[in-house]
């Protein structure tokens, strides 16, 4: 069975500060999937990295993803209230041809 | 136009009730997905369709059952509801493999 272990499951901050969230897993992924979901809507994809030690930047957010390609990570800099929301990671796992989650980190953005 | 629609986006029934869950993609994606997000919010993966053929049943009790008339379609027909079944259902669609999975709004189902 395939399992993404995501941490911290809830983080609260002061705009300003930088946080990162963490995506470990004991299986390789052939690629790895951040989505950020907005309450009663679908998760909608931030960042697909798919290469072992690839880095991705979108704005004030950097996505990482390790050599092994079994772990990634989210940094964002300077947090934003407009950051509030819940952030999973996906690994889509190529023999199973399916996208498994972690259990989403719920981070809360005070002014 | 939605991407990924599915319908109803609320469902209160009562447990033994037999209820239907709709979805329809409009961006002629290969493969769809049932998954549900229970109140902690994690999103467990039910069942993969590709190309209207079954790919994924991830021990799902069997009164859950997808059915996929057209590669657009996947709806999800649970029989004998239980009070346990009440979650976020999300309904998601990807094209090639390790691209963007696009999801529906969901269906809160409520079981009393």
């Known amino acids: 069975t395939q399992l993404l272990e995501q941490s911290p499951q809830f983080l609260s901050i002061q705009e300003g500060e930088n946080l990162t969230v963490y995506c470990n897993s004991s299986s390789v992924f052939s690629s790895l999937q951040w989505y950020r979901q907005e309450p009663g809507e679908g998760p909608v994809l931030l960042v697909t990295?798919?290469?072992?030690?690839e880095v991705k930047k979108l704005k004030r957010l950097t996505f990482q993803f390790g050599d092994a390609r079994k772990d990634s990570s989210l940094h964002i800099t300077a947090a934003q209230p407009g950051d509030t929301g819940l952030y999973l990671c996906?690994?889509?796992?190529?023999?199973?041809?399916?996208?498994?989650f972690g259990q989403g980190t719920e981070l809360s953005v005070k002014p | 136009d939605t991407a990924v629609s599915q319908t109803p986006k609320y469902l209160v029934t009562q447990m033994g009730n037999d209820k239907s869950i709709k979805c329809e993609q409009n961006?002629?994606?290969?493969?769809m997905y049932w998954y549900k997000q229970d109140s902690k919010k994690f999103l467990k993966i039910m069942f993969s369709?590709?190309?209207?053929?079954?790919?994924i049943n991830e021990t799902v009790p069997n009164r859950f059952s997808p059915k996929s008339p057209d590669k657009a379609h996947l709806n999800l027909h649970i029989n004998s509801l239980e009070l346990g079944d009440s979650a976020v259902y999300f309904c998601a669609s990807s094209g090639r493999r390790n691209t963007e999975a696009f999801f529906g709004q969901g269906t809160r189902l409520t079981v009393v």
């Open positions: 990295v798919v290469t072992g030690g």
């Open positions: 961006l002629g994606h290969d493969t």
């Open positions: 369709y590709n190309n209207k053929e079954l790919i």
């Open positions: 996906a690994g889509y796992y190529n023999q199973g041809g399916k996208l498994i």
